[in-house]
């Protein structure tokens, strides 16, 4: 068992972050389409 106390984090909205603010960002992946054959050039 480690004794290093745990690290509590802030949750901010984007829209109420400073310019040059270093963060870690977090989501949800709501919906997701799996990649597919076409008939495309690429």
Do not use: A, E
């Given at each position: 068992?480690?004794?290093v106390p745990a690290t509590?984090?802030?949750y901010t909205p984007l829209n109420q972050?400073?310019?040059?603010?270093?963060?870690n960002v977090?989501?949800?992946v709501k919906f997701f389409k799996p990649p597919y054959?076409?008939?495309?050039?690429e």
């Open positions: 068992m480690s004794l509590n984090y802030i972050l400073k310019g040059g603010t270093i963060v977090y989501g949800v054959l076409s008939k495309g050039t």
